[in-house]
């Protein structure tokens, strides 16, 4: 299985900063990544597909680059509601796995 | 639009089985794959498996191989997910998403089912 490594595992930012994650697959995996918010009780939400496209409806601050095994993503100016827990997958290959996540809390 | 309803949360023993349904509205159901994503309390999300409503193909993940089973009405547009030999490490919510395009970009998620595996 392909393993996909998230970091960090939890970031405190304020409101208005920029803030970014990483996320490596133990191989390569083109452009088949995709990531979610996820909010305390709720399912997650995808926000970003194929590496770098926006989802339809989500807030341009949020966008994500890569290709490869290393990719980030990035939310341009935080806000309150970004206040979630982020997960990268990869789908280049089954199992599509998850990364650990990110949690985001505002300092 | 697109939603996926899913069933009530379920209590079950060890060893039983439980069967968690997920009906499709708001597109045609035979025309993505649903798959079955779970979560333990306070851990990260983990894939299971996903079936083609169509053809009811199906592929799992080898950790539930032989004791997962994915099924569809298509009747009334629902998608099933039975897992059995319940142990407590299986105590989560599990959620159905629709994939997107015959691949596993999870686009619309059901509101998840939380499964409590306890004696």
């Known amino acids: 299985d392909i393993q996909m490594t998230q970091s960090p595992s939890s970031l405190s930012a304020s409101v208005g900063d920029r803030v970014t994650i990483t996320c490596q697959a133990s191989q390569d995996i083109s452009n088949y990544l995709n990531w979610y918010q996820q909010k305390p009780g709720k399912a997650p939400k995808l926000l970003i597909y194929?590496?770098?496209n926006l989802e339809t409806g989500v807030p341009s601050r949020f966008s994500g680059s890569g290709s490869g095994t290393d990719f980030t993503f990035t939310i341009s100016s935080l806000q309150p509601e970004d206040i979630a827990t982020y997960y990268c997958?990869?789908?280049?290959?089954?199992?599509?796995?998850f990364g650990q996540g990110t949690k985001l809390e505002i300092k | 639009q697109v939603q996926l309803v899913q069933s009530g949360a379920e209590v079950k023993k060890p060893g039983a089985s439980v069967k968690v349904s997920c009906k499709a509205s708001g597109y045609t159901f035979t025309s993505y794959d649903i798959n079955w994503v779970r979560q333990a309390t306070g851990q990260g999300l983990e894939w299971m498996g996903w079936?083609?409503?169509?053809?009811?193909?199906?592929g799992y993940a080898q950790k539930f191989q032989g004791r997962v089973t994915m099924t569809r009405n298509t009747s009334i547009s629902t998608a099933y997910m039975e897992l059995s030999s319940l142990r407590s490490e299986d105590t989560a919510v599990y959620y159905c998403?629709?994939?997107?395009?015959?691949?596993?970009?999870?686009?619309?998620w059901g509101q998840g089912t939380l499964v409590t595996v306890s004696s």
């Open positions: 997958q990869q789908y280049d290959n089954l199992p599509p796995i």
């Open positions: 079936m083609n409503p169509n053809s009811g193909n199906t």
């Open positions: 194929d590496a770098s």
């Open positions: 998403a629709r994939g997107h395009g015959g691949v596993v970009t999870l686009s619309y």
